[in-house]
């Protein structure tokens, strides 16, 4: 048994540089086969051998859902991050074989929304290209707003404008250009959806504003795609493999997990599908609960702990696994 | 918790709450018959602003003035009052056509306004999340003939006669929320004449 969904063998087709930190990747089936066909705003975990360190990053696929032929992935190199991104930028070239996962949609449309209201921030954008692909095909109605810090490094800006004239309304960080969210979201016609997909502080300022909107919860939708946060090391037992184990600082307990052995269900890798839920059986100390998955009770009860992002400091921590 | 009771069945049967004050920046409530004691009764607990943004459709469905002044001394920004349901439907479309994300819907009276209500608010994009509603007054059963599809109001009694096409008709606890409407299946479909005697099920 492995976890997570079954894994594609891939051919990179292209690399393709955007703009100075931006860069996109296309992949197609190694023996030639159609890939899976997938939803807008879904996602594959990219596996990456990094001189021996295994990371596996989900990234949102951006091409076009119909299209069985490729997979295309847009990734923005961060430089303060713990590699994997700058791995993608740094090694990997046309012609190499890859391994990613079936994909996974876990910020899918709302196919019975009158409206898509699509908030983007930076490289947020990724999941709402696919997104569009998926609407234009059944000519639903869309809106998409998206910041960017300039035009420069504003990813798809000029396909977008040119695509979808209509649709796109472009916040440039460096014109001081603000997107009016409380104007935006009121007085938006019944059954509207509204998405968003950035950096945390911008989902949270949307969901807020939604909630004093009186906006219902089944109407906004998110997707956050932090990378587990890097912290200090520490140990863990597991009660059921009967070892204890050590996190390193730039790990993940999950990563640590599987570089034991230890197989752990996941989806997403990034704190949001509740996959790795694992139960804590001891804790003296405190968990670092770094997910969007776990309720607040649950966190406070130190009961609960998801591996894919969550870390400990304290002096012992035990876990069902 | 329901107001009215009902006989014990089957899990997926509608059930109804009790309707409760919410501040929202629009307050749609439609009621109809008994179901204006409920907005009565919530609007004790109400805060004050909550009518300065209530538009109140009242379908009256036999109750004559009986609830008019009350419903009137609520102050709602909007009240409409209309004897039927097939009268005061125009308008209960026409709004919600054109209503915004934010609105509050408060239904209060019979199982056939309440699904109507719900069936036409969903279709327009209104969450179920932002419905609420409370059954009063007759437990008559809307129900549709699943061999013809004609829809009968306010059946009460059970097996009973289908006016469209003439079958007799026992009355199930399937509801559907696309049609709003319990099924009425053939009483008599194995053993063709044999008709249990009616008996009044809802009143």
Known sequence: MTAGTPKINVTVESVTPLNALITRFTFRESCGKDLPAFSGGAHVVVEMDDHGTKRMNPYSLMSDPNDTKRYSITVRRDDEGRGGSLYMHSHVKAGMEMVISTPVNLFSLDLTAKKHLMIAGGIGITPFMSQIHQLTSTRAHFELHYSVRSDALGAYLQELTQSYPKNLHVYRDDQDEQLKLAELLNGQPVGTHVYVCGPKGMIDWVRETAREADWPDSSVHFEEFTAPKSGNAFEVTLHQSNKTISVDRHQSLLEALEASSVEVPYLCRGGACGQCETNVLECDGNIEHNDHWLTDDQRLSKTKIMPCVSRFAGKKLTIER | ?203
Not at chain 2, 12 to 36: C, E, W
Not at chain 2, 144 to 173: A, M, N, W, Y
């Open chain 2, 1 to 203: 918790m329901s107001t009215s009771k009902f006989e014990p069945s089957i899990i997926s049967r509608p059930v109804y709450g009790k309707l409760s004050a919410q501040t929202a920046s629009h307050n749609l409530l439609i009621a109809d018959a008994q179901g204006a004691e409920a907005i009565i009764e919530m609007a004790e607990h109400a805060p004050k602003s909550f009518f300065e943004q209530a538009h109140i459709i009242y379908i009256q469905k036999g109750t004559a003035d009986a609830y008019l002044s009350q419903l009137e001394s609520l102050g709602a920004n909007q009240l409409y009052i209309g004897p039927t349901y097939q009268a005061a439907l125009p308008r209960i479309l026409n709004t919600l056509e054109n209503t915004q994300v934010g609105i509050k819907l408060y239904l209060a009276g019979t199982e056939g306004l309440i699904g109507q209500v719900i069936r036409d608010a969903t279709r327009f994009g209104v969450a179920m999340s932002d419905i609420q509603t409370e059954h009063r007054g007759s437990t008559a059963r809307r129900i549709q003939c699943v061999h013809c599809k004609g829809i009968i109001e306010d059946v009460t009694v059970d097996p009973f006669q289908c006016s469209h096409c003439g079958l007799f008709l026992f009355v199930r606890d399937h509801y559907s929320r696309r049609i709003a409407a319990f099924q009425g299946v053939r009483v008599d479909a194995e053993d063709p004449g044999n008709i249990p005697e009616a008996v009044e099920r809802f009143k």
